[in-house]
């Protein structure tokens, strides 16, 4: 037990939802997605590693949820383009 944070490691119940501990990793930039600004394996590894280390919740960060929202030189996901499903996919099932 931490004395300085003695909960940390203790579950905590958030309306519904049980999370396992007080770690909750911090959204991250990217700046090594795909030629589409997808997902590639290395940014699943890397929040793989996080889900792994302990963290009670993995977040991908801000993502572009519609075309009109897109700049040519931002470093983000675009969830809305159908291609982006199946980093999404793979990315769901690492860190579960």
């Keep these: 037990m931490n004395p300085v944070f003695p909960?940390?490691?203790?579950?905590?119940?958030?309306?519904k939802t049980v999370?396992?501990?007080?770690?909750?990793?911090a959204p991250t930039a990217w700046k090594d997605l795909s030629d589409h600004d997808h997902l590639t394996v290395k940014n699943i590894d890397y929040?793989?590693?996080?889900?792994?280390?302990?963290?009670?919740?993995?977040?991908?960060g801000d993502v572009i949820v519609h075309p009109t929202g897109a700049v040519d030189w931002s470093?983000?996901?675009?969830?809305?383009?159908?291609r982006s499903e199946a980093s999404m996919y793979?990315?769901?099932?690492?860190?579960?």
């Excluded at 909960?7 to 309306?15: A, Q």
């Excluded at 999370?19 to 990793?25: D, E, Q, V």
């Excluded at 470093?75 to 159908?82: E, F, G, P, S, T």
Aim: net charge positive; proline share 2%; aromatic share 12%.
């Design 19 to 25: 999370y396992r501990n007080r770690i909750f990793a």
């Design 7 to 15: 909960s940390l490691f203790s579950p905590m119940k958030i309306k």
């Design 47 to 60: 929040l793989k590693r996080k889900a792994q280390g302990g963290a009670a919740t993995v977040t991908l």
């Design 75 to 82: 470093y983000k996901v675009k969830a809305y383009d159908i």
């Design 90 to 96: 793979d990315l769901a099932g690492a860190i579960q």
